[in-house]
């Protein structure tokens, strides 16, 4: 069993950025590919981003791909997703989930094993 815990989340003007970790417990992230997904209130669960479990290959939704960067550190770990050039429309509840993988580069963007229980990112206009 993995455990995630997100944070980091908040109240952050448009324009303004914010960094979201998910530090993991129960086993170590090495063998995950890890993702960060997002629901606003009334839509459905959509992805935002992807790292493989070597954290070198990196997989971004477009609405995000440009503004956020999603990181590992392993020896932590820990999964970071940096936040910049915020929008209102990035309002929603952010959740980090893992997936078991032998593959050190793939990504996925489905089927997750494991998900935190989110933390809440609002930017005001």
């Known amino acids: 069993q993995v455990q995630l815990v997100e944070s980091g989340g908040g109240l952050v003007q448009a324009g303004g950025s914010l960094r979201l970790s998910c530090a993991a417990s129960?086993?170590?992230?090495?063998?995950?590919?890890m993702d960060w997904f997002r629901q606003a209130q009334g839509k459905e669960r959509e992805f935002v981003a992807a790292i493989s479990s070597n954290g070198v290959n990196t997989y971004y939704a477009d609405s995000v791909k440009g503004r956020f960067t999603i990181s590992r550190d392993n020896t932590k770990n820990t999964v970071y997703l940096e936040m910049n050039s915020l929008k209102p429309e990035d309002t929603a509840a952010y959740y980090c989930a893992a997936k078991f993988t032998y593959s050190l580069s793939a990504y996925y963007y489905d089927n997750m094993n494991y998900w935190g229980k989110g933390t809440l990112v609002t930017v005001s206009s």
């Open positions: 129960g086993r170590t992230l090495s063998s995950y590919a």
